[in-house]
DNA sequence: CCAATGACTAAGCGCTTGCTTAGTGTGTCA
DNA sequence: TGACACACTAAGCAAGCGCTTAGTCATTGG
């Protein structure tokens, strides 16, 4: 029989695994309202219900919560646009389910993408050169599809490379302005988004 | 005869004129790299070359040297994204104006623009109640600019204010990446998004 | 049942923060 | 020439910072 574990009657080790993730979240709130400088970890652990020193069990230092942070949310990201580029052959399709998706998860998750699309320059030099790897991922991907359109001709595209930025701009910078409680759901973005991009790419439709 | 003043003999009023402006340079420069509350005004003070209470001589808080920065910024941009709007009356050649404008002027002022565009959340509430003013204005400007042109029926856009938001997040992620001292010039920034721009509202190029 | 383990806290250390105070030096007027 | 005005600094204050230390207490394996 699987575990019955309630909240008050923990293990150990299933007590530690979830109280470091909540401290994780709220690192994730402090940080998408305050910004990394702007947080303090008294903030953090207050957020997490928890005495100051709290933190200190868990997480090594301030920098090693954002570090965290940012990797899961740019694994994340690379995961899903990479799935939306295999998920078609035709680079059209392609194109637009890479879009549709990134703007989707920049819509789902605008509090993380907050962090990490404007927190890099926080993190120490070794951990920024890790996440620098999924960034430029994340750039080749979207600039290969743009390439294979041309190739097949089913897409004018003169600058690859400055078109490929803009397009990823389009769902980055939706986490600047994003709205979850708003009117607007992540679906209606990513679908504009989407079409958007058919559009810049000179596809078409 | 205009005055020839010269760095070393200038008279009190020119001399505290400058010194203010050269505090809000440096501020610029600390708030670009750092962001707002990962900069000390001792950081401002040594950039500016003074001793740390020169600040406040010249400026009453950090936050009114932010505000002063942003304001200026924001009045700036409004007013550039206003001229391209009345230098057309063919909508397609407005809108083209209009992102190509405010797509140099986010790579000519990268460094204000980064202030502008992630410090809204440091300024006060009544600080930021005018700033919102300025952004207000300019989101408008940009949407009657698509209602425009849908009037005439020379662009196809069903969601002007997604659209017009699309529009500025190419302008506007700009800060976020662009290197003023890498290869790609403002000018063809601007054109790139120009070209994009007449793609998205679906108008024929 | 008892020693060991480890999650968690109270208190606080050394340092930095935004900003102030009290004073110095220099150019400007009557 | 001397009193004033004002740009600017040296020193420092109260508060807050990231992080540590020393210890309490509940759970666990033998």
Redesign the interface.
Known sequence: MLSTMTTDSANGRDRSASTRERLLEAAVEAFAT?????TTTRDIASRAGMSPAAVYVHHATKEDLLFEISRRGHRSAVEIIEKASQSATDPVDRVRAMVTEFSRWHAVNSRVGRIV??EFD?LTPEHRAEIAEYRRAIEALTREALEAGVATGSMTVS?TK??A??LL??S???V??YNPSGA?TPD??AA??GD?AL??V?ATA
């Open positions: 305050s910004g990394f400088a702007g699309q404007y926080a600058d400055g078109t930025l803009a701009s389009l980055i910078d939706l600047r302005w607007t209606e973005m504009l988004h958007l559009r810049m000179g």
